[in-house]
């Protein structure tokens, strides 16, 4: 009988599959230890969850919205386009942190903002993010191929907990602030399974460095033979048919 690798993190179970038998060559990302802050379950309220099953888009998508700063603008209206303050695709694990903020307007510059959002990604499969500087949230996405054209979505928010505000009240706010994170990852979903692979991407200048280092990045996670970007992958499959 065959065995997978499996590990439990974040009231959740990860179950490693490759499809030439490997074993796992990066660790599940955590929430909270991750981020070396010393946090931990206790200084959030219960998670929310979203599960879209059979979507139709690749998992690659979801890991290059990270790097899409043009798209905060217009699909969640924050008043400036991000910018990104690191960049690291060096192993399997990756790490992209950005300047972001939802409120002012677009005449403000992004150097008077000091909220960022910083994302560590496991692979194509799972990326968690930290929230700072602005409502406290940390996040878990995680997306499984289930054929060629398929994938299911999961996707969960942690709100955090402010000292001396634990009321009941202030858990019902949180629950709508992560009511609203859901809301906006849903966006990016529609967006996703109506998204059809580019390659190279019509890119502005400030996306560049990062769509090129994030599609370098991915071609490791593909085995011999079956293409090294979702171009090539979606290339085969047409032909098949």
């Given at each position: 009988?065959?065995?997978?690798?499996?590990?439990?993190?974040?009231?959740?179970?990860?179950?490693?599959?490759?499809?030439?038998?490997?074993?796992?060559?990066?660790?599940?990302?955590?929430?909270?230890?991750?981020?070396?802050?010393?946090?931990?379950?206790?200084?959030?309220?219960?998670?929310?969850?979203?599960?879209?099953?059979?979507?139709?888009?690749?998992?690659?998508?979801?890991?290059?919205?990270?790097?899409?700063?043009?798209?905060?603008?217009?699909?969640?209206?924050?008043?400036?386009?991000?910018?990104?303050?690191?960049?690291?695709?060096?192993?399997?694990?990756?790490?992209?942190?950005?300047?972001?903020?939802?409120?002012g307007d677009e005449n403000q510059s992004i150097?008077?903002?000091?909220?960022?959002?910083?994302?560590?990604?496991?692979?194509?499969?799972?990326?968690?993010?930290?929230?700072?500087?602005?409502?406290?949230?940390?996040?878990?996405?995680?997306?499984?191929?289930?054929?060629?054209?398929?994938?299911?979505?999961?996707?969960?928010?942690?709100?955090?907990?402010?000292p001396g505000k634990d009321a009941p009240r202030?858990?019902?706010k949180a629950q709508e602030f992560g009511q609203?994170?859901?809301?906006?990852?849903?966006?990016?979903?529609?967006?996703?399974?109506?998204?059809?692979?580019?390659?190279?991407?019509?890119?502005?200048?400030?996306?560049?460095?990062?769509?090129?280092?994030?599609?370098?990045?991915?071609?490791?996670?593909?085995?011999?033979?079956?293409?090294?970007?979702?171009?090539?992958?979606?290339?085969?499959?047409?032909?098949?048919?």
């Amino acid at each position: 009988m065959r065995t997978y690798p499996v590990v439990e993190r974040n009231e959740s179970a990860y179950i490693w599959h490759d499809v030439e038998g490997r074993e796992p060559f990066f660790d599940v990302p955590d929430i909270f230890a991750s981020f070396e802050d010393g946090s931990s379950l206790a200084d959030y309220y219960p998670r929310q969850t979203l599960h879209e099953p059979n979507r139709e888009l690749h998992p690659q998508y979801v890991m290059e919205n990270g790097v899409d700063v043009a798209h905060f603008k217009f699909v969640h209206k924050t008043p400036i386009v991000p910018v990104f303050t690191r960049h690291d695709f060096d192993q399997p694990t990756s790490y992209v942190d950005f300047t972001i903020t939802f409120e002012g307007d677009e005449n403000q510059s992004i150097d008077d903002i000091d909220s960022n959002i910083q994302a560590i990604n496991g692979g194509l499969g799972i990326a968690v993010t930290k929230s700072s500087g602005m409502i406290d949230n940390r996040t878990i996405s995680a997306t499984t191929p289930v054929d060629d054209y398929t994938s299911d979505v999961r996707f969960t928010v942690y709100i955090g907990r402010v000292p001396g505000k634990d009321a009941p009240r202030h858990e019902t706010k949180a629950q709508e602030f992560g009511q609203d994170v859901i809301r906006q990852f849903q966006q990016d979903v529609h967006i996703w399974s109506h998204q059809r692979y580019s390659d190279p991407p019509a890119l502005s200048s400030s996306e560049f460095e990062g769509f090129t280092a994030i599609r370098k990045w991915a071609q490791q996670f593909y085995p011999d033979g079956r293409g090294g970007s979702a171009a090539k992958l979606q290339s085969i499959t047409v032909e098949a048919h």
